[in-house]
């Protein structure tokens, strides 16, 4: 069922409650550093209903009709690229006070799939109600620019994150990188669940399965991690930063190059 065809600011099963003003997340969400008097009109006019997604079901898929961005309200999403050979690459994953669905603004067509990896909630905004307040509430529109350029430097950043570093490395910013997201959300700066299974974790970081299980174990027995299954514990955040520091030293790529030649390390070719 549409959005058009739900109460306003009610949730997924139709009672009140969607109010960004009162929401924890708003911080890190659309209506982030609005004033009072912007908060009621978003509150009035944004969010029109809170949309429940089951572990495993998609929010959209490819080629789905683009008409509405949603924000992660609880649970975790991974977005997803499919070949028309049925291969699948993660293209990133998105958790609680993330806006998800600016892929098909472009051309008015999803390019991914998003896909709860837990029970889930987003808040749903109609994309055109959100373009008609953005004119009438410029700190919403600066809001919304400032979300798409964090988007556009993280696809800077996994882009040289793959085409730079090896697989320590890799898993090593990915974790320093989630860490720091749910910090932001209130969570630990040092303990955090893995919603997704390392073959998804593989697949964005451009490793296979094998090699994330080599790497987390490696991590763990230089005293890096602790980890049990999918809870992992950052023991040494420092010497997780040193790795990635390290290999973008001037010169660097040369001497670590020699080093896992040398010890037998993982290099970038591994996955």
Avoid at 123 to 137: Q, T
Avoid at 160 to 189: D, H, I, N
């Amino acid at each position: 069922m549409g959005p058009a065809r739900r109460a306003r600011n009610s949730t997924g099963d139709g009672s009140p409650g969607v109010q960004c003003s009162n929401c924890h997340l708003r911080p890190s969400c659309l209506p982030a550093g609005l004033s009072p008097e912007e908060l009621e009109q978003v509150d009035s006019r944004l969010v029109s209903w809170r949309r429940k997604v089951a572990r495993g079901e998609a929010l959209f898929r490819a080629g789905d009709r683009f008409d509405t961005v949603f924000a992660v309200w609880s649970g975790f999403f991974k977005t997803v690229i499919s070949s028309t050979q049925g291969c699948e690459q993660v293209t990133g994953f998105r958790m609680a006070g993330e806006v998800i669905g600016l892929d098909g603004i472009e051309t008015g067509r999803h390019r991914v799939d998003a896909v709860a990896l837990e029970n889930s909630q987003v808040c749903v905004v109609p994309f055109s109600e959100l373009e008609a307040l953005e004119r009438e509430v410029p700190s919403l529109q600066r809001q919304f620019h400032k979300i798409m350029s964090q988007r556009i430097a993280c696809g800077y950043d996994v882009m040289f994150l793959l085409g730079s570093m090896y697989a320590e490395e890799r898993v090593a910013a990915f974790l320093l990188e989630l860490t720091r997201r749910l910090q932001t959300r209130g969570f630990s700066a040092s303990r955090l669940v893995l919603r997704m299974s390392r073959v998804e974790l593989g697949s964005f970081l451009g490793l296979t399965l094998e090699t994330v299980s080599r790497t987390l174990t490696k991590f763990q027995a230089n005293g890096l991690l602790v980890v049990q299954q999918k809870q992992i514990q950052i023991a040494d955040p420092a010497g997780l930063r040193q790795l990635i520091d390290r290999a973008q030293l001037p010169g660097s790529r040369q001497q670590l190059h020699e080093a896992h030649a040398s010890t037998g390390s993982i290099a970038p070719s591994s996955g």
